[in-house]
């Protein structure tokens, strides 16, 4: 027989945003069911890198950003654990002169936003982070981002709000949505039917196909960003490390692993990815000039995930332009983790009062041309 | 394209050396590629070259005209495989194996693999397991049969499996003076087994050797006991077991060797593709394979202990018949009448095999007796109550979750050595048997990859992504 849930908000995918979502709108007193296909977190959300990161945003993102980080600052008020949340500082390295006047520029332009970014170089650079050495002339520091730990982090959120009431449903998979008069019902399998009001499409890099049953077709692109930690090496680096223009990223956790990004695997199919050989080599290479204190480490797991990139790399946020009472949010490019819970907050409070303060309008779905 | 590549043989252990052989015979040169330094794989193991001048009667026992044949058999062919000796695989992807020799990663393209990874110990942990001193029974031996000494003056034995009682005999001739065996399998358990045995009496007969061999020599044998402790505070002085009648009885000593049987090296098995299975007999999680050897992923073959536990003998003629298997389909001709007489044997061993499980059951309590302050995954410091408290909480149902959540398998050795323990324990708390909680996804490197043996061979990679999208 099949089961029947009637609920004011129906989410689907329970990563950090879903899951924030969900734990946002049982405080603001609405029914909430989540679904999730997988394990809550168990997607992009809890196989990242763990950057808690607003400094290089692009600009539009600040306000949401912004939103989060009051969010990150009371996670264990919120979800009973700290999930190894650190604000150790995002420093952002140039190893050229244009390079650190691209971090000049990036600080101007964001003032007014809250980030205190701070330019370091030449000799106080060289003090402040000996480590660092020579690879860089300078830097910009965000002294309040961090890192977390997202396998910790993300299936948390979900946790909270089941916590609180919200019907948290794993292992089970969205297979049909639709609009019936005022309610959107959705299905999965032959046993469960949920009703609501409102739907969420959180799904990640899978929220195409949500977007695609109502009518809003998006070029969504899957990639896969590479992964790997050494083990434990004595602590020589407390901030999270950026590179401008790109490469390669790194943070060490209190344990002493090496935690480094850079590259991108392969899909093994539209659920699944690996990291890629040359990519993982070429990111051991990369990451061992910038840190020489890599060179006699162990790289003891690669590891990568998937994520939904959008042409102009930001992501979808807001109400659907087909169909009233749907709102999405995907699309991050690789950057969503950070901003996520501010994201899940917006979400809930488009839902519970129909309105936010927050700048959506360079998120709309219907920003790209149709696809074919 | 395929079939102009040379086939590919991981493992120089008794697989892989028949399956080499039997490709050589066929004309072709395989790639054999072998972690160790020398041939041989797990049981028939040289010692380092130079220094050693041990007789193969000395190292290998019963076993060293095998492990002679075996030997000569790879000697024979050396000059018609391109043999790899000090070699990793360390990934595989997309038709091709990820090599770490001396200090550099090479890819080597495959159309044909046969996988012959062997086993290691299954290390399932106990109160104190972490004390100098313990070690696993495989290692024991290893440390007799590679370096030539003992673990200790007076070693324990715990546990169950015919390995048991071998090392326990081996050590004995040795003259190391053996404090007890001590099996986990009641009596009456291997007596209803006692009959089947019959169907190999060689081997039969070698057990009944070993036990009245270490009886008249006043080793104390136990049966039905359970681990309760290895205590000591430097290093092991005693071993604490629960005897058959529930009482405790502490048994002096200055190590351990414990063991509850092998675990297949599969990693490689699940990055090529492989589908897997859950396997009663070995109470594990193992890549199907048909009678043949073949993989369900075409053009990648399976033999040895590395796809399910089943002895030296059995890997070698697993390893011809695998070899065989490719050659039927690269189309070239076989001898039907040794196919025959492999699958003939295979299937005979394969039955004897389900005795020897009858004989030597898998405590399935064993999981019971870890206090939860005993240490299941040691690179990551996880202790059996972290386990225990993500499972009846209802956060980790499997065992990928279980990892993500408490760290078990994400050190050194990736699971390797810990993975079992976590499925015991889990599948224990959770009530659902082994099967019940899935399995680790192996991720590459297969073991730690030195990033220094990395930099000094730049690989044509684009400096892909834009830091700005990511992290
Ligand atoms: C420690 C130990 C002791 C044992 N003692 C006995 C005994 O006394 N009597 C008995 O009957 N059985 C014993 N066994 C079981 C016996 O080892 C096996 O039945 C037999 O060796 C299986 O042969 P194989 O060819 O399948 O694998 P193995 O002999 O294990 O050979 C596998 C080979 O593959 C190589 N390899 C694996 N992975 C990789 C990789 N990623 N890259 C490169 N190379 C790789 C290994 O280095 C190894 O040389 C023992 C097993 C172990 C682990
Ligand atoms: C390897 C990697 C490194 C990254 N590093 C960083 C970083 O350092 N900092 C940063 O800010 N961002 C980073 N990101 C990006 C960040 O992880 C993502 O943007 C973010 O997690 C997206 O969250 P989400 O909730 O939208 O998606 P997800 O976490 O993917 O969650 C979506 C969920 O929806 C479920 N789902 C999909 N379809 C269905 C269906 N039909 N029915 C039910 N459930 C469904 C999925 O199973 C999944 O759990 C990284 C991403 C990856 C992959």
New interface residues.
């Given amino acids: 027989m099949r089961e029947r849930i009637e609920c004011d908000v129906a989410i689907v995918g329970g990563g950090i945003v879903g899951g924030s979502a969900a734990l946002f709108l049982r405080q603001a007193g609405l029914s909430v069911t989540l679904l999730e296909r997988d394990w809550c977190g168990a997607k992009a959300s809890g196989v990242n890198f763990g950057g808690v990161r607003r400094q290089g945003r692009p600009l539009e993102q600040l306000p949401l950003s912004q939103r989060a980080h009051a969010i990150w600052g009371r996670l264990p008020e919120l979800l009973g654990t700290d999930a190894e949340y650190i604000r150790s500082g995002h420093l952002k390295l140039a190893r050229s002169e244009p390079d650190l006047a691209s971090l000049i520029d990036y600080r101007e332009r964001s003032q007014g936003f809250g980030l205190g970014l701070e330019i370091v170089t030449g000799e106080e650079f060289r003090r402040r982070w000996p480590a660092l050495g020579d690879r860089a002339i300078g830097g910009s520091l965000c002294p309040e981002d961090g890192h977390a730990n997202p396998r910790l982090v993300s299936p948390a959120f979900a946790r909270a709000a089941a916590g609180l009431g919200a019907v948290v449903r794993e292992q089970t998979p969205v297979d049909r949505v639709e609009k019936e008069g005022d309610r959107f019902v959705l299905l999965s399998g032959d046993d469960l039917e949920v009703r609501a009001r409102f739907l969420l499409n959180t799904a990640g890099a899978w929220s195409w196909r949500v977007a695609e049953a109502f009518g809003e077709p998006v070029p969504l692109e899957s990639l896969h960003p590479n992964m790997a930690v050494t083990e434990p090496l004595p602590r020589f680096l407390d901030v999270n490390i950026g590179v401008e223009g790109g490469g390669v990223y790194g943070r060490q956790v209190p344990r002493g692993n090496m935690v480094v990004g850079g590259g991108r695997g392969f899909a093994l199919d539209a659920d699944r990815a690996r990291p890629q050989r040359d990519a993982v080599l070429t990111l051991m290479r990369d990451a061992a000039e910038l840190f020489p204190q890599l060179r006699h480490a162990h790289v003891i797991r690669c590891w990568t995930g998937v994520e939904g990139y959008t042409p102009d790399r930001n992501p979808i946020v807001g109400p659907s332009r087909t169909t009233p009472g749907l709102f999405h949010a995907f699309g991050f490019s690789g950057a969503g983790f950070q901003i996520g819970p501010g994201v899940g907050q917006t979400l809930a409070e488009l839902v519970a009062t129909g309105e936010t303060a927050m700048p959506l309008e360079p998120f709309r779905i219907d920003r790209f041309q149709p696809t074919a | 394209m395929s079939g102009v590549l040379p086939p590919v043989i991981v493992g120089a252990g008794p697989a892989g050396i028949r399956a080499a052989e039997r490709l050589v015979a066929a004309g072709l040169r395989p790639v054999v590629v072998d972690e160790a330094a020398r041939w041989g794989g797990q049981i028939y193991r040289q010692p380092p070259e130079g220094g050693f001048t041990r007789p193969k009667t000395a190292l290998y026992g019963f076993e060293a005209g095998k492990a002679d044949a075996v030997h000569r058999a790879m000697a024979a062919i050396r000059d018609r495989v391109d043999y790899r000796p000090r070699t990793l695989v360390w990934?595989c992807?997309?038709g091709?194996l990820?090599l770490l020799c001396d200090g550099g990663?090479e890819?080597l393209p495959f159309s044909h693999l046969i996988l012959a990874t062997g086993a290691t110990d299954r290390v399932l942990p106990f109160p104190g397991w972490t004390l100098p001193g313990v070690f696993t029974l495989g290692g024991s031996q290893v440390a007799l049969k590679f370096q030539g000494c003992a673990v200790g003056r007076r070693v324990a034995f715990l546990g169950t499996g015919p390995l048991l009682y071998l090392v326990a005999y081996q050590y004995l001739k040795a003259g190391v003076e053996v404090a007890g065996v001590f099996d986990t399998t009641s009596f009456a358990a291997q007596a209803r087994a006692t009959p089947g045995m019959l169907r190999d009496p060689v081997t039969l007969a070698k057990g009944l050797l070993f036990v009245g061999w270490l009886r008249t020599h006043g080793v104390p044998i136990h049966n039905g006991v359970r681990p309760v402790r290895a205590e000591g505070a430097e290093r092991v002085d005693a071993l604490v077991l629960r005897d058959a009648r529930g009482r405790e009885r502490r048994t002096p000593c200055d190590a351990v060797a414990f063991g509850l049987g092998l675990r297949s090296e599969t990693q490689l098995a699940d990055?090529a593709?492989c589908r897997f299975r859950f396997d009663e007999a070995d109470r594990a999680w193992l890549p199907e394979r048909d009678g043949a050897g073949r993989s369900s992923v075409p053009g990648v073959y399976l033999a040895g202990d590395g796809s399910g536990i089943a002895g030296a003998d059995a890997a070698e003629l697993a390893g011809e018949r695998a070899a065989l298997a490719l050659l039927e389909d690269r189309r070239l001709l076989v001898d039907g009448a040794r196919v025959r007489e492999l699958d003939g044997r295979l299937t005979r061993i394969a039955a004897f095999r389900r005795v020897l499980n009858a004989a030597f059951p898998f405590p399935e309590d064993w999981a019971d007796s870890l206090a939860d302050d005993t240490m299941i995954c040691r690179c990551e410091g996880v202790t059996a109550g972290a386990l225990r408290e993500v499972a009846r909480s209802g956060?980790a149902r499997e065992m990928?979750?279980a990892k993500?959540?408490t760290r078990a398998g994400?050190?050194?050795c990736?699971g390797r050595m810990c993975s079992a323990t976590t499925a015991e324990l889990l599948s224990r708390t959770l009530g659902t048997g082994p099967d019940g909680v899935g399995r680790l996804r192996a991720?590459?490197?297969i073991k730690?990859?030195?990033?220094?043996t990395?930099?000094p061979s730049?690989?044509?990679?684009?400096?892909?992504?834009?830091?700005?999208?990511?992290?």
């Fill in positions: 990934n992807e997309a091709a990820d990663s890819t990055l593709g956060q990928n979750r993500a959540l994400m050190g050194r990736q991720q590459p490197p730690p990859l030195p990033i220094a990395i930099i730049p690989q044509g990679g684009e400096g892909t992504d834009d830091g700005r999208e990511v992290a």
